[in-house]
């Protein structure tokens, strides 16, 4: 069974951290692009952090650059996103999509998401 499972969320202070997982089942996630995309109340979905299947090569919106660290466990088929310094604005529910071309398909699978608080 094809699935991604997010974890690691919960209830963090501003200027603490955080490390989100995003687990894959039934593929290999080396073989996808992955992204970190969050949504807060009444906003639009946000990517924020990615990391490239070719090369590991990372990508991050201005708003998470510097605080936040996307990176890949091969062996455990999951990817991270490592908080650092979060702030109440980084409040959401963070959830990861995984992007691929299989073949002559463009395959997507996103998590079910993991909601992310940043409160004093």
């Known amino acids: 069974q094809v699935q991604l499972v997010e974890s690691g969320g919960g209830l963090v202070q501003p200027g603490g951290s955080l490390k989100l997982s995003c687990a894959a089942s039934g593929f290999t996630l080396d073989d996808y692009a992955v992204g970190w995309i969050r949504q807060a109340p009444g906003k639009e979905r946000e990517g924020g952090s990615c990391?490239?299947?070719?090369?590991?090569?990372?990508m991050y919106a201005e708003s998470v650059k510097g605080r936040f660290t996307i990176f890949r466990d091969n062996a455990k088929n999951t990817v991270y996103l490592q908080m650092n310094s979060p702030k109440p604005e980084d409040t959401a529910v963070y959830y990861c999509?995984?992007?691929?071309?299989?073949?002559?398909?463009?395959?997507?699978?996103w998590g079910q998401g993991t909601q992310v608080t940043v409160s004093s």
């Open positions: 999509k995984a992007q691929g071309a299989v073949g002559s398909s463009l395959r997507r699978y």
């Open positions: 990391i490239s299947s070719s090369d590991g090569s990372t």
